[in-house]
């Protein structure tokens, strides 16, 4: 496996005809802006949504125009109810997590450049492949219809608890067809992600090109095959567990559901079942589903500020056996989530002391990031802005889990939006500081084409600034012990925190608009941009050693062979500051590793 | 735009830390026995994670001021001490803190789940259902009535289901919308979830529990100053979820004696 064979066999025929090329893809790099683009829909009616519920928040009597036409049940004459509060906070974690967390960093660019990036022609399953898109498309449609049935979406939360989210529509509205529809949506994505996992897991252990060994391939390969690994492990156990609850709710089962229930003044007609089952299947996959987000971002960042500080970082190794060891931590921490749940408190500081643990090869990451910024000579540009915002927002977001990781800080600051501050600002802000890098990084590779550079750096600004002006204060907010997930703040401490809440919607508003100077770059520049070259930004690995955009087969009829790591910048003795991962140049004096 | 970078990275991390360092959200008064050991390991976590965020935001604003776009033709070079550094610093600062704060923080956590309440500590049961909780006191005979779901009548104010007529130990049961108890006496709070999880917050107490249909969980405390506080629900139980509360009353000794007389009566 070390010294992997040339794969000279043809993947799959050349796409012939609108369909194949466009729609039934078996090209890994089509599939890849498929699930890009699927990613990009799903994160724009994430952030309407969370507009919604910081507009509630503030002015909780508005009638927002438009809203009562969409919803005349959830939202009459545009007021938003409790409910229907409920009901977009539910879908906007569902959204966010799975259809833009999961799908961009990892299905999207891992999709495209994974084969690339080790000289490959193409996925090793096309068809699996295939097949994991339009299964992760229908789950999303499946999603979405639950906005459009008469009861409304369900009201649970992404996380879904038992028995509120089991017992069905006697425990409030949206928990009938909407949690069935909720429960289908997130199996089959579950399905497809298995599918994608198996992919990329054969492709980078058979389908790498002559001489490029595991330890020769670039960073963000590592992060996705590392990423794959626990995908293939995590989605494995909430499939069951959505398959269970869809049991309880539709085939009389009680695996999460005890007996002498009176919901709604009716006496559920359940025994047996244990809430306390669901939230442990739930976090065993819900733990690294969020390393399964954060990864590829720390892939892609890495990769990218390589590029642009001309230099490789201090030790790829320890980069890699890092993400590893997070990988591997991981799958021990999911009771911090449990602290207070009722599980046995002993067990509490179990989970403890692992999720601290976490915090070391997390440290180590952040400092060979910042040890390699060090005499190096950065060149900015909106992708490599997005790069070092992430080391930023990856220590904001980080320290706030020093805190958490502890059940005794826990007890006070566990459902308040200290926890809310926390997940935001590494998955709502550093997650998509990664995606947003590896798009001004990787468009002119994929679409032949340059985005607009000036409003990639006022979307940049904007939004480094407007980010902090909202997650921060939510910190604050819990702190001063503000409950999470409530549609109103009625309680008697809640009045003087209100001009906190109404900074932040402001500031997500402002920031939610500049959001759309991205898109509009985005499509402008995919059909007007400036005609790119094929290594733009002076870059090393393969991806920057075919045309833009790359043809079908990526490499023509070569076949790639590599002479040594990708990351030979700065080299001494080179023509350039740099020596591209398939030119046999000689590294004389090179990088210690 | 480097340089750009350092300078507003600087003021984001001097606003962050300003309400922080001047204590403008702070958790309210602490009126419970266990809670200082909470708020000193909160104050701990607060000034290492805070000189982590500050030392490495300040660190990131200051190599990206120095090495970005350097135009005067200087080689990139390594840090002295490289990779290996990094790894030490980590293992040796950053895990002795983890370490640290994980083994001094069990003290904390232990006072309230690893000592078992008083032989003598008053036994009050809290019951959380859709939207509402309700307290019930087990009244002269010190013992609770069996609970009946079956017989659960909110119109008629049978919120646990008691059913009198056939179970003596329930003919004297109080029960109340709001929990009061007296001062420094040790509280054994029996929770009962009605119909999905709710949880019991009361910030003033560093107290929070998730109540968990089908299994008998407590808590115990005790208050050490009176007044009113505000208990709230915070698990994620259906659209009431918002408006889920119900206040702590704490009082002294004989007041709370005359409270209880009088709620006996009215039973």
Redesign the interface.
Known sequence: MEDAAVQPVQVHAPPEGFIRKFVFSLDHKMIGKQYYGLALMAVFMGMVLSWFMRFHLVWPDAKIPGLGAIAPTGAPGGVITPEYYLSLLTMHGTLMVFFVLTNAPFAGFGNYFLPIQIGAEDMAFPRFNMMSFWTTLVAFIVLVSAFFIPDGPPISGWTAYAPLSAVGKDAGPGLGWGQNLWAMSIALFCVGQLLGSLNFIATTLDLRAKGMTLMRMPICTWAWFITSCIGLLAFAVLLPACLLLLLDRMAGTSFFIPSGLVVSDRLQNHAGGSPLLWQHLFWFFGHPEVYIAILPAVGIVSHVLITSMRKPLLSAKVMIYSMMSIGFLSWMVWGHHMFVSGMNPFSSLLFSFPTLTITIPATIITLIWLGSLFGANIQINSASLFALGFVSMFVSGGVSGFFLAQPSIDIYLHATYFVVGHFHMVMGVAAIFGILSGTYFWFPKMSGRMMNETLGQIHFWITFVGTYCIFMPFHYLGLVGNVRRYSSFVDDFMAPLMPVHKFISIAAFITGAAQLIFLYNLIHSRFRGKIAPENPWNATSLEWSIPSPPPWNNFGDKHPVVFHDPYQYGVKGSKGDFVMQDSPEQVVGGWDK | ??KF?GV??VL?TLV?AY??VTH?????VDISTHGH??DE??AD??A???L??VG??L??AF??WK????KDGS?????P???K???A???IF??TE??A??VL?????AD???TAPKPDAMQIQAQA??FAFYFRYPGADGRFGPLH??K?D?GNQNYF?LDPANDVEARDDIVTAELTIPINREIHLLLHA????H?F?V?EL?????F????D?SLHFTATKTGKY?I?C??????????M?AYLNVLAQDEFDKWLKDRAAEQ
């Open positions: 735009m480097g970078f507003i990275l984001i962050s309400p922080i403008k959200f702070v958790q309210p050991a909470i390991q909160l976590t607060m290492e994670a805070g982590a965020f490495a935001q660190l990131l190599f990206v090495f970005s776009n350097r080689k990139v070079v390594h840090l001490g490289g990779a550094l990094m790894v610093t980590a293992f950053i895990g983890v370490l704060l994980g923080g069990q003290k904390a956590w309230v789940y690893f259902g859709q779901p079956d659960i909110e289901g009605k119909d999905v999880g949880s917050y910030r560093r107290l929070q529990q998730d968990v249909p089908g299994l969980l505000e709230v915070t698990q994620l139980c259906g659209l009431g979820h918002y408006n509360k």
